[in-house]
């Protein structure tokens, strides 16, 4: 039985608000704070932010949380790839692999939690 488009597509978005919140919130204690900026914080906040999406997704689906977590892992990557493209001419595939693995693996983890948290 195939996946259901609308909550993954709830995830997604779900992820992009909550990375837009972490987002703030680190800004805000790094511009008043001595706390330099690194990249092991950019990965946490995507972390995060993708396994709430997951954990929303499948809770909404309320079956098959890990396949659905990781769908919005990789919903997730794709957005990243499209504000990338349209913002900076050079991509560090690199990273983009490297933030695939998390979003899998968070996604994942958040999708089987969502589902644990639906029973």
């Given at each position: 039985?195939?996946?259901?488009?609308?909550?993954?597509?709830?995830?997604?978005?779900?992820?992009?608000?909550?990375?837009f919140?972490?987002i703030?919130?680190?800004?805000?204690v790094?511009?008043?704070?001595?706390?330099?900026?690194?990249?092991?914080?950019?990965?946490?906040?995507?972390?995060?932010?993708?396994?709430?999406?997951?954990?929303?997704?499948?809770?909404?689906?309320?079956?098959?949380?890990?396949?659905?977590?990781?769908?919005?892992?990789?919903?997730?990557?794709?957005?990243?790839?499209?504000?990338?493209?349209?913002?900076?001419?050079?991509?560090?595939w690199?990273?983009?692999?490297?933030r695939?693995?998390?979003?899998?693996?968070?996604g994942?983890?958040?999708?089987?939690?969502?589902?644990?948290?639906?029973?």
């Amino acid at each position: 039985m195939p996946l259901a488009f609308q909550p993954i597509l709830r995830g997604i978005l779900y992820s992009i608000i909550i990375a837009f919140i972490l987002i703030g919130v680190v800004g805000l204690v790094t511009n008043l704070t001595n706390l330099p900026e690194s990249s092991l914080i950019e990965n946490g906040i995507f972390s995060v932010s993708v396994f709430f999406g997951g954990l929303t997704a499948a809770r909404m689906a309320g079956t098959k949380g890990l396949y659905y977590g990781a769908a919005v892992g990789m919903g997730m990557i794709l957005v990243i790839l499209l504000f990338l493209a349209i913002m900076e001419p050079r991509i560090d595939w690199l990273v983009i692999a490297e933030r695939a693995l998390y979003a899998l693996v968070a996604g994942g983890i958040g999708g089987i939690v969502g589902v644990a948290l639906k029973q």
